[in-house]
């Protein structure tokens, strides 16, 4: 996916969203770009997935990059930069632990978006499921980190072993 603003191809995007938008109820847009590994999500997506959401995107599911990135709210609406891997063909990093993921579920009030609901999984012998207690924490740590560094708040649910990121103070308790 080009994510420079002026890129005719992302023009016609930022378009396609708008109209569609006009239409749906909830418009996820399902970015494939890169780059592959790293922490942090590449500059130039941020203000990209911005003018996504400004153009009518309620959620932004990027993938490709192998890792879990951090989740930032902009205007209210999830902008997952990366949601790492949930099946896998690539050799397990032992640092960048691109087997550690998550479930992501988007849950709604009505037609609003008002909670993002993280299950912590791991990948092993060929299937995603969910981490147990010190994976489970690891993963989860390292998510609340990610997730801050992006201004987001994250509540850690041990009832139901899931992280939880509110869309805004009014959201379902």
């Given at each position: 996916m080009p994510v420079t603003l002026k890129d005719q191809r992302a023009v016609k995007l930022l378009e396609l969203v708008s109209k569609?938008?006009?239409?749906?109820?909830?418009?996820?847009?399902?970015?494939?770009?890169?780059?592959?590994?790293?922490?942090?999500?590449?500059?130039?997506?941020?203000?990209?997935?911005?003018?996504?959401?400004?153009?009518?995107?309620?959620?932004?599911?990027?993938h490709s990059g192998h890792m879990v990135r951090g989740i930032?709210?902009?205007?209210?609406?999830?902008?997952?930069?990366?949601?790492?891997?949930?099946?896998?063909?690539y050799a397990v990093d032992e640092i960048e632990r691109n087997d550690q993921s998550f479930m992501f579920v988007v849950e709604m009030d009505g037609q609003r978006i008002a909670r993002l609901l993280l299950y912590p999984t791991v990948i092993a012998a060929c299937q995603a499921r969910r981490a147990q207690q010190n994976e489970r924490e690891a993963i989860v740590a390292r998510m609340q980190r990610l997730c801050m560094q992006l201004n987001t708040p994250t509540t850690w649910n041990e009832q139901a072993e899931r992280l939880e990121i509110r869309m805004s103070q009014h959201a379902l308790s």
């Open positions: 569609t938008k006009a239409l749906v109820d909830v418009l996820i847009v399902s970015a494939h770009w890169g780059p592959n590994w790293g922490d942090d999500p590449p500059a130039k997506q941020i203000p990209f997935a911005h003018a996504l959401v400004d153009a009518g995107a309620d959620v932004i599911f990027g930032e709210l902009y205007r209210e609406k999830p902008i997952l930069y990366c949601t790492g891997d949930f099946i896998d063909d």
